[in-house]
């Protein structure tokens, strides 16, 4: 609702997207203006978003046991090569602090058997972001590599120590949101956060 769509036809076979926007999530995502050629099966456009609430997106992805608070925007630009749909490094930052709280049994588990995943996923409990930003590449049609990098901390883990990580995932993107792949997902984040920490020797092996 309250979107706007403005398009010029050129020609036959040439349209110019003049004004492309609607309302997502709490912000407004747009397109920016491109000319799209009919009779081509390739296309480049840049998809923006603005403003978005993280709470609206991870609750529509239905992450199970993950809440995350704060405002995103960004950028994502798209070729359309036949049936191919690729992002080429799009990237979400976050506009303002926020927080992350994720307390599901994955992390519980990974607790049980690491020390280090133990540290991270019990900071992951109450975490306070001062740097949030996404990124992703690839096919969102087959595998896609997603990033995160956050900077922040948890007042009751290592008295409040600034953690910074970066992560990466590769994944197929339909498997990722229909949730058949997040235990795969998960794990192979937890090992990420776990070579992150072993690397900064934050915590030594006893």
Do not use: C
Request: overall charge negative; charged content about 20%.
């Amino acid at each position: 609702d309250n979107g706007e769509f403005s398009i010029q036809l050129t020609n036959a076979s040439l349209i110019h997207l003049e004004k492309v926007s609607w309302p997502f999530v709490d912000g407004h995502l747009s397109i920016d203006p491109a000319w799209w050629e009919l009779d081509n099966t390739r296309h480049e456009l840049t998809v923006r978003a603005e403003a978005w609430s993280l709470d609206r997106l991870t609750t529509m992805f239905k992450v199970p046991d993950l809440k995350v608070n704060g405002t995103v925007s960004g950028a994502f630009p798209i070729i359309i090569d036949g049936a191919d749909i690729f992002l080429r490094n799009a990237r979400l930052d976050a506009i303002d602090d926020g927080s992350i709280k994720y307390g599901g049994g994955i992390g519980q588990q990974a607790g049980q058997s690491n020390p280090y995943a133990k540290m991270a996923f019990d900071a992951l409990r109450n975490f306070d972001y001062e740097v949030l930003s996404l990124g992703a590449n690839g096919n969102l049609l087959d595998n896609i590599l997603l990033e995160m990098s956050i900077s922040g901390s948890n007042k009751d883990v290592l008295k409040g120590q600034t953690f910074n990580l970066n992560i990466s995932l590769e994944s197929k993107l339909a498997e990722l949101i229909q949730g058949s792949s997040y235990a795969t997902s998960a794990t192979a984040t937890k090992d990420a956060v776990v070579k992150i920490l072993k690397e900064r020797g934050t915590v030594t092996d006893n």
